[in-house]
Every structure is written in structure tokens, then in C-alpha cells.
């Protein structure tokens, strides 16, 4: 996979130097997402429509 070059920090990095956190970059046809500790460890991508829905169900208290 081509990896994209504009990666952005989330807003939530956690406390101290912000390493409790994800890495996002945004395309055209997908939003790829990675970790900020190990970017070399691999990407998860993710459809650009199927991005809000996503990171609404990571928002939504599980149900058990």
C-alpha cells in the first residue's frame, strides 16, 4: 500500500507528551489511521463515507 504523507495527530493524545494516541491522513477515497508510537507497524484504512459511522461506533458504550 501507497501510504499517505499528511498525517495528523488526534486531538485526544492523552496526558504528557501525547504518545496515548492515533494518527490520522486523509484521502480521497479513504482515511487511513495508524498508531503515532509505531507508524511502521501498519495502517488501517478505512472508505472516506464509512469514517464517521466508524468512530461513532468506537464513541457508543458497548453492549453487553
Given at each position: 500500500?501507497?501510504?499517505?504523507d499528511n498525517w495528523?495527530?488526534?486531538?485526544?493524545?492523552?496526558g504528557g507528551d501525547?504518545?496515548?494516541?492515533?494518527?490520522?491522513?486523509?484521502?480521497?477515497?479513504?482515511?487511513a489511521i495508524r498508531?503515532?508510537?509505531?507508524?511502521?507497524?501498519?495502517?488501517?484504512?478505512?472508505?472516506?463515507?464509512?469514517?464517521?459511522?466508524?468512530?461513532?461506533?468506537?464513541?457508543?458504550?458497548?453492549?453487553?
Amino acid at each position: 500500500m501507497n501510504t499517505p504523507d499528511n498525517w495528523r495527530k488526534s486531538s485526544y493524545s492523552g496526558g504528557g507528551d501525547g504518545n496515548a494516541c492515533v494518527e490520522i491522513s486523509d484521502r480521497r477515497t479513504h482515511i487511513a489511521i495508524r498508531d503515532s508510537k509505531a507508524p511502521a507497524h501498519g495502517t488501517l484504512t478505512v472508505p472516506t463515507e464509512a469514517f464517521a459511522p466508524f468512530i461513532e461506533a468506537l464513541k457508543a458504550p458497548s453492549a453487553q
